[in-house]
């Protein structure tokens, strides 16, 4: 648990000096090979950047009264998407982390997700979590152009997952919440451990993996890709 100190016009100086870094926020990277291992849907891993999502009250804390999530991309599974929104990111250190896009839709609870890098880097140490699992997680400080939000909890590194489908459940022979392992074949290939399996009637077969992991094996050389138990 990490608990900071940080009033609003120390954070309204940072965000004025940090504004000025060149660093360009992270976008989402999707990789699609062009064989998927024989089961009833193409196999993709998407690398998921560092991002925010939140509940309506702290999107019009952030972006004023009555503020709704404009779509700038739709994302792979149908409903998501990336929005125009974005807000900047605070640590206990007094560092910040610009431009961390806000996907949609809206939630009912506000989370931030983040690689271990970054965590290293903004002095947060972060829990390994399922989405939405927030309890005794850290929080950090959020700025939008409208008011700062002081997020008391929800900041986490997501544990890698795949997200599957009745059909994707009975060829690989899983269950919700039991663990595959993901082999990536290509220059720097491995095997990731530890794959969590999330189930819902309507999504598509997706692998999330975060920045650290797909820089790790060098996702965008990858020649092939499978799933296992």
């Given at each position: 648990?990490?608990?900071?100190?940080?009033?609003?016009?120390?954070v309204?100086?940072?965000?004025?000096q940090?504004?000025s870094?060149?660093?360009?926020?992270q976008?989402?990277?999707?990789?699609r090979?062009?064989?998927?291992?024989?089961?009833?849907?193409?196999?993709?891993?998407?690398v998921?950047?560092?991002?925010?999502?939140?509940?309506q009250?702290d999107?019009?804390?952030l972006?004023?009264?009555?503020?709704?999530?404009?779509?700038?991309?739709?994302?792979?599974?149908q409903g998501?998407?990336?929005s125009?929104?974005?807000?900047?990111?605070?640590?206990?250190?007094?560092?910040?982390?610009?431009?961390v896009r806000?996907?949609g839709?809206?939630?009912?609870?506000?989370?931030?997700?983040?690689?271990?890098?970054?965590?290293?880097?903004?002095?947060?140490?972060?829990?390994?979590?399922?989405?939405?699992?927030?309890?005794?997680?850290?929080?950090?400080?959020?700025v939008?152009?409208?008011g700062?939000?002081?997020?008391?909890?929800?900041?986490i590194?997501?544990?890698?997952?795949?997200?599957?489908?009745?059909?994707?459940?009975?060829?690989?022979?899983?269950?919700?919440?039991?663990?595959?392992?993901?082999?990536i074949e290509?220059?720097?290939?491995m095997?990731?451990?530890?794959?969590?399996?999330?189930e819902?009637?309507?999504?598509?077969?997706?692998?999330?993996?975060?920045?650290?992991?797909g820089?790790?094996?060098?996702?965008?050389?990858a020649?092939?890709?499978?799933?296992?138990?």
């Open positions: 648990m990490v608990t900071q100190t940080i009033d609003r016009s120390q309204e100086r940072l965000v004025r940090m504004l870094d060149r660093q360009a926020p976008e989402s990277r999707q990789i090979p062009e064989r998927h291992n024989g089961g009833p849907n193409p196999l993709l891993v998407n998921s950047a560092r991002h925010a999502h939140v509940c009250s999107l019009e804390t972006f004023g009264p009555g503020a709704r999530l404009s779509k700038l991309k739709d994302l792979y599974q998501e998407f990336a125009e929104q974005t807000v900047n990111l605070v640590g206990p250190r007094s560092r910040l982390i610009p431009g806000i996907l839709p809206v939630r009912d609870y506000t989370q931030v997700e983040l690689s271990y890098t970054d965590g290293v880097y903004m002095g947060i140490q972060l829990p390994l979590r399922i989405s939405g699992n927030h309890e005794n997680t850290p929080g950090c400080v959020l939008g152009p409208h700062v939000l002081d997020l008391r909890q929800g900041v590194r997501a544990e890698r997952h795949v997200h599957m489908g009745p059909d994707d459940l009975g060829h690989y022979g899983v269950s919700d919440g039991d663990y595959m392992k993901l082999r290509g220059p720097c290939g095997i990731f451990d530890r794959v969590k399996v999330r819902h009637p309507r999504v598509k077969l997706e692998v999330h993996i975060d920045t650290d992991e820089n790790a094996c060098d996702l965008g050389s020649t092939r890709m499978e799933l296992t138990r």
